[in-house]
């Protein structure tokens, strides 16, 4: 690099355009780093380049365009607009939706059944029973929406949810099924049985 003008410095033509200086100085720059003596000489070249491109600008003679002129404008182009995939539901439904294993729907269908069964088969004169039950449905259902993400919060919102859920639509299901001899209660409770089971399998 003992070439004396900034053109023979870079290695460019005296016509090269502004994309082959940059790039040549960027490379030299890569080339020689951590040599301080030779990476002032190309930036010392480079610049005088552009101010000689300047000069000439200013003139009339040639046109430099805004990016080498006031590069710190630069900005990368905006990133195309696409639509989001039709068949890919939203992000908030897919943060709540979770894909269980076997076992993480056996075992607490297994629990809720059990509740379910002791519910059927609890002698009717024993209505202390039934809130118990419940309970146990309720804490069975945080227990297992809780131990997902560890955020008690969102298991309790959902467990609530579950709950109303499940004994209103008891609700709307004792007269459809009044012929049968489980009372309202029970009817009520088994569908709280059933949405916390689902709940607590299926969302997170």
Do not use: C, H
Request: net charge neutral; hydrophobic share 45%; no cysteine.
């Amino acid at each position: 690099m003992s070439e004396s003008t900034p053109y023979q410095i870079l290695g460019v033509a005296e016509d090269a355009s502004f994309e082959e200086i940059q790039e040549v100085k960027n490379r030299l720059l890569a080339q020689y780093q951590g040599e301080e003596q030779t990476l002032d000489r190309v930036e010392a070249a480079y610049d005088a380049i552009i101010m000689e491109r300047l000069r000439l600008r200013q003139e009339g003679k040639i046109k430099v365009p805004e990016r080498i002129r006031f590069p710190e404008r630069t900005t990368p182009p905006p990133a195309p607009l696409t639509a989001p995939p039709t068949g890919q539901s939203a992000s908030w439904l897919q943060r709540f939706i979770d894909t269980p294993s076997r076992n993480d729907i056996l075992l607490p269908a297994g629990i809720f059944a059990a509740l379910g069964g002791i519910t059927v088969l609890a002698p009717p004169a024993d209505s202390s029973l039934l809130p118990l039950l419940l309970v146990g449905g309720v804490f069975t259902s945080l227990y297992f929406l809780n131990r997902k993400e560890n955020k008690f919060g969102r298991a309790f919102l959902l467990t609530l949810a579950a709950l109303l859920l499940g004994v209103g639509l008891g609700a709307l299901l004792t007269s459809p099924l009044a012929g049968l001899p489980l009372g309202g209660e029970r009817i009520s409770a088994l569908a709280a049985f059933l949405s916390l089971w689902l709940v607590s399998s299926f969302l997170r």
